[in-house]
């Protein structure tokens, strides 16, 4: 995105030194393929540091950095280790990391994870007081501190293969210097080799170091390496010619973008990786080769005890749906004991209309809970017009909203509601799948609650903003996967611990439910609000030098969950399907190499509010957030990029996973996902400040692709989520 903005000015009359001009002795290195780089974490969203808490210091490994990861990525190898608060971190090159510690005493480490090791093997504590020490860095056999009054001092490393030399003062300069000032100045300070970069306003400035005598001498002027970059607040430089930055954690982007060359920065990949959020900082080398045309390893790979079959594709259809054509669930009281003997109040919810005029559903029957708290409801033969109507438009299937209604013996009313679907025996395959996913769904028992209504205002956009649910929406990585949700969620804050079952004092938990007198009117609806947002539908996966592809085309075929409000907090209540008679085509083809992206489409949602009036003229209300028909806003893309999911692939994924899900794929061939049911993704969208969950039907028009590269060195692995790939996997990832 920053190509377009990327300048290169030479400054008027000054040469450029070679990035290889070495005037500062430096002990002889060989040229590396992948240089380690160190993120002190950051909790997204807070900014660079966690109040008062230890902070983790991560390792990662650049691979490809010559060419700025073009060919490869930047891994996770798991090590780590507590940085006290208040230590500042930054690193010397070839293994070796200083602390400087609240207190200022300044320590080296060594890195020796690589030999088995620590990753901070202590080297030597100095005898010096850091604590005037505003910013610090090094290259390895020069240490460079702006001091607390402006000045730059220059220390010498004796030792900077280790970190165990003296570090002894080599001379300083003053504060009125064109490049001290930089360095005071800037957003972040960096050196590789004898070049010192500046990060400031989105340009990044070369100043070419070297030394008259003992006496540090900087050029008047930095040269202008790119400008534009205006969210990069973090760089660094594995070695010459290559040129790292990283977008902040307070936006929770966490976005590393590379860049190559010595007297202007061209883009060279505009995502090497998603959700690194910290201060990086790089080892670096005095040289930079090509990787080798291999697949990224952390250490040797284990000893397979069998070789994994082939992956073929499988166009045939899925297994056939169990009874689409019924609505069941399944409702508890607060102590799990099942309701038995409730009346369930089956009522058809796709129908209500979009203005705010308020409707009276249509009930499609009545049924009675067992006495495990299960009820059946065979969808009728001849469906009301209206419910026909909506079911066509919604691809076949009937989306219901089931209810039971009662009180406690001390008065208390008592609601359950749960979201169902089922789809008649004309309707297309696809309703019958869906149907019958939905009926996988209404297996988790619906939860019968004290009807505590809120009667606070609405909230404002900005008050969604601060929910539990926004944050995760505003996450670059998928950090949720399938885990399960919160039972509770604030639309406005943090996930609440209150107990729902908790009324006036009084636990309702184990009280029996009876039947409300004089019963309850059929629900009334009306919408309150609506807005698209972009949903989760799809994801793809492509280690190495394959490629990703996902199809969302034709019609749509999803489930999403509902959320209902109890008080002041809201639960998943059930599920609806997503079917559409309209043809749309979106999805992303042959991403890759390093690539693994969710993909979003545009969906309206709806806040409905519900109402009904029970015996002795109380009226109850209640409200939901429902997923309805596909939407592109004015103006808005058909679709778009997701989460970044590529920290579930690579090597330490695929040796963790079953070896029965593993299977590859041979070279320039390809295999697909086109029938069964996706994973069901927790954080699929974030509609009015509640995250809810959504999973994908595949078949012809919707898929999950890898096709893999001509390279030799490896074989393109597979591996299924939840099964082998050729059984229900859900998804498969990439090594």
Same mark, same amino acid.
């Given at each position: 995105?920053?190509?377009?903005?990327?300048?290169?000015?030479?400054?008027? @009359?000054?040469?450029?030194?070679?990035?290889?001009?070495?005037?500062?002795?430096?002990?002889?290195?060989?040229?590396?393929?992948?240089?380690?780089?160190?993120?002190?974490?950051?909790?997204?969203?807070?900014?660079?540091?966690?109040?008062?808490?230890?902070?983790?210091?991560?390792? +990662?490994?650049?691979?490809?950095?010559?060419?700025?990861?073009?060919? @490869?990525?930047?891994?996770?190898?798991?090590?780590?280790?507590?940085?006290?608060?208040?230590?500042?971190?930054?690193?010397?090159?070839?293994?070796?990391?200083?602390?400087?510690? $609240?207190?200022?005493?300044?320590?080296?480490?060594?890195?020796?994870?690589?030999?088995?090791?620590?990753?901070?093997?202590?080297?030597?504590?100095?005898?010096?007081?850091?604590?005037?020490?505003? %910013?610090?860095?090094?290259?390895?056999?020069?240490?460079?501190?702006?001091?607390?009054?402006?000045?730059?001092?220059?220390?010498?490393?004796?030792?900077?293969?280790?970190?165990?030399?003296?570090?002894?003062?080599?001379?300083?300069?003053?504060?009125?210097?064109?490049?001290?000032?930089?360095?005071?100045?800037?957003?972040?300070?960096?050196?590789?080799? $004898?070049?010192?970069?500046?990060?400031?306003?989105?340009?990044?400035?070369?100043?070419?170091?070297?030394?008259?005598?003992?006496?540090?001498?900087?050029?008047?002027?930095?040269?202008?390496?790119?400008?534009?970059?205006?969210?990069?607040?973090?760089?660094?430089?594995?070695?010459?010619?290559?040129?790292?930055?990283?977008?902040?954690?307070?936006?929770?982007?966490?976005?590393?973008?590379? +860049?190559?060359?010595?007297?202007?920065?061209?883009?060279?990949?505009?995502?090497?990786?998603?959700?690194?959020?910290?201060?990086?900082?790089?080892?670096?080398?005095?040289?930079?080769?090509?990787?080798?045309?291999?697949?990224?390893? =952390?250490?040797?790979?284990?000893?397979?005890?069998?070789?994994?079959?082939?992956?073929?594709?499988?166009?045939?259809?899925?297994?056939?749906?169990?009874?689409?054509?019924?609505?069941?669930?399944?409702?508890?009281?607060?102590?799990?004991?099942?309701?038995?003997?409730?009346?369930?109040?089956?009522?058809?919810? /796709?129908?209500?209309?979009?203005?705010?005029?308020?409707?009276?559903?249509?009930?499609? @029957?009545?049924?009675?809970?067992?006495?495990? @708290?299960?009820?059946?409801?065979?969808?009728?033969?001849? =469906?009301?017009?209206?419910?026909? !109507?909506?079911?066509?438009? /919604?691809?076949?299937?009937? $989306?219901?909203?089931?209810?039971?209604?009662?009180?406690?013996?001390?008065?208390?009313?008592?609601?359950?509601?749960?979201?169902?679907?089922?789809?008649?025996?004309?309707?297309?395959?696809?309703?019958?799948?869906?149907?019958?996913?939905?009926?996988?769904?209404?297996?988790?028992?619906?939860?019968?609650?004290? =009807?505590?209504?809120?009667?606070?205002?609405?909230?404002?956009?900005?008050?969604?903003?601060?929910?539990?649910?926004?944050?995760?929406?505003?996450?670059?990585?998928?950090?949720?996967?399938?885990?399960?949700?919160?039972?509770?969620?604030?639309?406005?804050? $943090?996930?609440?611990?209150?107990?729902?079952?908790?009324?006036?004092?009084?636990?309702?938990?184990?009280?029996?439910?009876?039947?409300?007198?004089?019963?309850?009117?059929?629900?009334?609806?009306?919408?309150?609000?609506?807005?698209?947002?972009?949903?989760?539908?799809?994801?793809?996966?492509? +280690?190495?030098?394959?490629?990703?592809?996902?199809?969302?085309?034709?019609?749509?075929?999803?489930?999403?969950?509902?959320?209902?409000? *109890?008080?002041?907090?809201?639960?998943?209540?059930?599920?609806?399907?997503?079917?559409?008679?309209?043809?749309?085509?979106?999805?992303?083809?042959?991403?890759?190499?390093? #690539?693994?992206?969710?993909?979003?489409?545009?969906?309206? +949602?709806?806040?409905?509010?519900?109402?009904?009036?029970?015996?002795?003229? /109380? *009226?109850?209300?209640?409200?939901?957030?429902?997923?309805?028909?596909?939407?592109?806003?004015?103006?808005?893309?058909?679709?778009?990029?997701?989460?970044?999911? %590529?920290?579930?692939?690579?090597?330490?994924?695929?040796?963790?996973?079953?070896? !029965?899900?593993?299977?590859?794929?041979?070279?320039?061939?390809?295999?697909?996902?086109?029938?069964?049911?996706?994973?069901?993704?927790?954080?699929?969208?974030?509609?009015?400040?509640?995250?809810?969950?959504?999973?994908?039907? #595949?078949?012809?028009?919707?898929?999950?692709?890898?096709?893999?590269?001509?390279?030799?060195?490896?074989?393109?692995?597979?591996?299924?989520?939840?099964?082998?790939?050729?059984?229900?996997?859900?998804?498969?990832?990439? #090594?």
């Amino acid at each position: 995105m920053h190509a377009a903005c990327l300048t290169a000015l030479l400054a008027g @009359g000054i040469t450029i030194p070679s990035p290889l001009f070495s005037p500062v002795a430096q002990a002889a290195e060989s040229c590396r393929s992948h240089v380690a780089a160190y993120v002190m974490e950051a909790t997204p969203g807070t900014g660079w540091t966690n109040v008062a808490k230890p902070r983790l210091l991560r390792k +990662y490994v650049d691979w490809d950095p010559k060419n700025g990861d073009t060919n @490869g990525t930047m891994l996770d190898t798991g090590k780590t280790a507590q940085i006290p608060y208040g230590s500042r971190v930054f690193t010397g090159g070839q293994g070796v990391i200083y602390e400087i510690t $609240n207190e200022g005493v300044l320590k080296s480490y060594k890195d020796k994870t690589d030999t088995g090791g620590s990753l901070l093997a202590p080297a030597r504590t100095y005898d010096v007081n850091w604590t005037t020490r505003k %910013r610090v860095w090094s290259n390895g056999s020069r240490i460079f501190s702006v001091h607390e009054g402006g000045k730059l001092e220059v220390f010498k490393q004796s030792d900077p293969a280790t970190g165990a030399g003296t570090v002894s003062l080599l001379g300083t300069l003053p504060s009125d210097r064109p490049g001290v000032l930089a360095f005071k100045n800037a957003d972040d300070v960096w050196a590789a080799g $004898n070049r010192i970069f500046t990060l400031k306003d989105g340009e990044i400035r070369a100043w070419d170091y070297r030394e008259e005598g003992t006496i540090p001498v900087l050029p008047d002027s930095g040269v202008l390496l790119a400008s534009g970059l205006t969210d990069a607040v973090n760089g660094w430089s594995p070695g010459p010619g290559s040129v790292y930055t990283a977008t902040s954690a307070r936006d929770y982007s966490g976005i590393v973008r590379s +860049y190559t060359g010595t007297t202007a920065l061209a883009l060279a990949n505009d995502d090497v990786m998603t959700g690194l959020y910290g201060d990086v900082f790089a080892d670096t080398a005095s040289c930079l080769v090509d990787a080798p045309d291999t697949k990224p390893l =952390l250490g040797s790979m284990p000893t397979e005890t069998e070789t994994p079959p082939p992956a073929v594709t499988d166009d045939t259809a899925g297994s056939e749906p169990v009874d689409p054509a019924q609505f069941s669930g399944k409702f508890v009281l607060g102590d799990g004991r099942p309701a038995a003997g409730m009346t369930v109040r089956v009522e058809a919810d /796709n129908v209500t209309e979009e203005s705010a005029t308020e409707s009276e559903l249509t009930t499609l @029957g009545t049924a009675t809970t067992a006495s495990d @708290g299960t009820w059946k409801l065979e969808l009728p033969a001849t =469906l009301p017009a209206s419910v026909s !109507s909506a079911a066509a438009e /919604n691809g076949g299937a009937v $989306n219901a909203m089931a209810s039971v209604m009662g009180k406690t013996s001390t008065g208390v009313p008592m609601r359950g509601v749960d979201h169902v679907t089922a789809a008649p025996a004309t309707a297309p395959a696809t309703a019958q799948a869906l149907a019958a996913t939905a009926a996988e769904d209404s297996a988790k028992p619906a939860p019968v609650l004290p =009807l505590v209504e809120d009667t606070a205002p609405q909230p404002t956009e900005q008050e969604y903003t601060q929910s539990w649910g926004a944050q995760q929406e505003a996450l670059a990585q998928d950090t949720l996967g399938d885990s399960p949700l919160p039972m509770w969620q604030s639309d406005v804050g $943090n996930p609440s611990n209150a107990d729902p079952y908790m009324v006036g004092g009084v636990d309702t938990k184990r009280m029996s439910i009876e039947p409300y007198d004089g019963g309850c009117d059929k629900t009334s609806e009306k919408v309150v609000d609506k807005k698209t947002y972009y949903t989760t539908v799809a994801e793809g996966h492509a +280690y190495w030098d394959a490629k990703a592809s996902v199809d969302y085309d034709q019609k749509l075929a999803s489930n999403m969950e509902v959320a209902v409000k *109890t008080g002041s907090n809201w639960s998943i209540q059930g599920s609806v399907t997503l079917g559409s008679s309209m043809s749309v085509t979106t999805g992303y083809t042959n991403r890759g190499p390093h #690539f693994a992206k969710q993909w979003k489409v545009p969906i309206q +949602y709806k806040k409905i509010k519900m109402i009904w009036k029970c015996g002795g003229g /109380n *009226t109850f209300t209640q409200y939901k957030i429902q997923a309805g028909k596909y939407h592109v806003p004015a103006g808005g893309a058909t679709g778009k990029y997701g989460k970044d999911v %590529r920290n579930k692939d690579g090597m330490t994924a695929y040796y963790n996973s079953p070896k !029965s899900h593993r299977a590859y794929v041979e070279r320039g061939a390809y295999f697909q996902l086109s029938k069964n049911r996706s994973i069901k993704w927790s954080g699929a969208v974030t509609a009015f400040g509640v995250t809810l969950g959504g999973s994908t039907q #595949f078949d012809r028009e919707h898929k999950q692709r890898i096709t893999a590269g001509m390279k030799t060195g490896s074989r393109h692995d597979i591996w299924g989520k939840n099964d082998r790939v050729s059984g229900k996997p859900g998804i498969f990832f990439s #090594f």
